[in-house]
């Protein structure tokens, strides 16, 4: 079973997408392949020596576009499974696609909101069970990476237009608060459980430093904490 790492990126965030290869050579094995997707109407991106890079034409609101470009992910690779990283999260441990997946399935971090106090979380339950169109019990969005299978892509979408009537690239371009992310995790949990390895986040290592590069941007100290763990 083959696994590409899939990252979507942006003019703005090629600093910390910088870092984020960097770790890809030095702690990432066994993948089949590192796509990247920018926009076409940016700068030319970093270069490594690893990932294969995709351009597409972007539209507005950007926020929401990266989500659609992220649900077709399948689109720009043959994989089997695709494991998805972000522009301002690094790896700082060795990770194999067997790391990530148990028994051949793909694993998902999950845990209940019941107990939940983060305003931004609590926002996106209703987003995402208006999205299922049933109750949800658990947030799906714990910790990069998440990895999925492009069978499961294909019938997510699929479920879009059986659920709403239009493709999941208008519903998403449409919707405000939009989590792709839980939008797959509860598709997933409702219809497809037993073709996940669900576990809560303490069950599984953590391979990632995660930043927000919508924040203030790469500070000095995010740049220093990240040449530390890449070391």
Wanted: overall charge negative.
């Amino acid at each position: 079973m083959t696994c590409s790492i899939f990252i979507k990126s942006c003019a703005k965030d090629f600093e910390f997408l910088k870092y984020c290869l960097r770790s890809l050579v030095r702690f990432a094995g066994g993948f089949e392949s590192i796509v990247v997707v920018t926009d076409n109407d940016g700068p030319k991106p970093p270069i490594g020596v690893l990932e294969k890079w995709f351009t597409v034409r972007p539209h507005e609101p950007r926020y929401n576009e990266q989500q659609v470009i992220k649900c077709n992910a399948d689109a720009f690779t043959p994989s089997d499974l695709i494991l998805y990283q972000d522009s301002d999260t690094i790896f700082t441990q060795p990770i194999t696609p067997q790391d990530v997946t148990i028994g051949g399935l793909p694993v998902w971090l999950f845990e209940p909101y019941n107990g939940m106090t983060n305003v931004d979380v609590l926002a996106r339950k209703a987003v995402v069970e208006k999205f299922v169109g049933a109750p949800v019990e658990h947030e799906f969005m714990r910790r990069h990476p998440f990895i999925v299978s492009r069978e499961m892509l294909v019938e997510l979408r699929r479920f879009c237009w059986r659920q709403h009537g239009c493709s999941i690239d208008e519903y998403l371009m449409t919707t405000e608060q939009v989590s792709e992310f839980n939008f797959m995790g509860a598709f997933l949990w409702n219809h497809y459980r037993s073709a996940v390895a669900w576990r809560r986040p303490e069950e599984m290592p953590t391979f990632v430093l995660q930043q927000w590069s919508h924040g203030p941007g790469l500070t000095d100290a995010i740049r220093a904490e990240f040449e530390e763990k890449l070391k």
